[in-house]
Antibody, heavy 119, light 112 residues
């Protein structure tokens, strides 16, 4: 069955960096678009970044542009989110999700990894 | 402030029906982008409930249905069960400059 497992979250200070990873299994990882989605404490879901199947097409939420970098390694069935210059407002649970496109939505999600940015 | 507007909470007794609304604008739902719905239990992975406006993935009971009209969409849950108590989110896409994907703020369903 399809599984997505995130890792790499933790507690960091404002301005520091963190790299999140997501390992996929149960499907041909390199055939699918992927996204990162987050949920801040007490808030709703917020899409953060998208990467096409080959890694050449990338989109970001405006507030993370220039600070976050999404990437993937299809040979290792892995998705990454490099987060630099972290701010308190980036505190959230970060989910990776398989993005099956406009007509099908986010079909599978991981259980998330928690990122806390606090001094 | 989420781009798509949902009621913060709804409630219903077991066996009853509830409707969760999702209101967008002409740059997202009104621009004919598909609407998807997710069920989220705290501590669990969100689950796709409805895709492509009104289609159910395999395994989702037919008690869950959805529709759209203009720049709005609705999720209907009939025959409420205790296990339906969760947060529900609508999601679509946006042609505006700030975000490619937009979610509603979420609706907490309480089964009384």
């Amino acid at each position: 069955q399809v599984q997505l497992v995130e890792s790499g979250g933790g507690l960091v200070k404002p301005g520091e960096s963190l790299r999140l990873s997501c390992e996929g299994s149960g499907f041909t990882f390199g055939d699918y678009f992927m996204s990162w989605i987050r949920q801040a404490p007490g808030k709703g879901l917020e899409w953060v970044a998208y990467i096409g199947s080959s890694g050449t097409t990338i989109y970001y939420l405006d507030s993370v542009k220039g600070r976050f970098t999404i990437s993937r390694d299809n040979a290792k069935d892995s998705l990454f989110l490099q987060m630099n210059s972290l701010r308190a407002e980036d505190t959230a649970v970060y989910y990776c999700a398989r993005d099956d496109g406009y007509s099908y939505g986010f079909t599978y999600w991981g259980r998330g990894t928690r990122v806390t940015v606090s001094s | 402030q989420s781009v798509l507007t949902q009621p913060p909470s709804v409630s219903g007794a077991p066996g009853q029906s509830v409707t969760i609304s999702c209101t967008g604008t002409t740059s997202n739902i009104g621009e004919d982008f598909d609407v998807h719905w997710y069920q989220h239990l705290p501590g669990r992975a969100p689950k796709l409930l409805i895709y492509g406006d009104n289609s159910r993935p395999s395994g989702v009971p037919d008690r869950f249905s959805a529709s759209r009209s203009g720049a709005s969409a609705s999720l209907v849950i009939t025959g409420l069960q205790g296990e339906d108590e969760a947060d529900y989110y609508c999601q679509s896409y946006d042609s505006g400059p700030t975000s490619h994907v937009v979610f509603g703020g979420g609706t907490k369903l309480t089964v009384l």
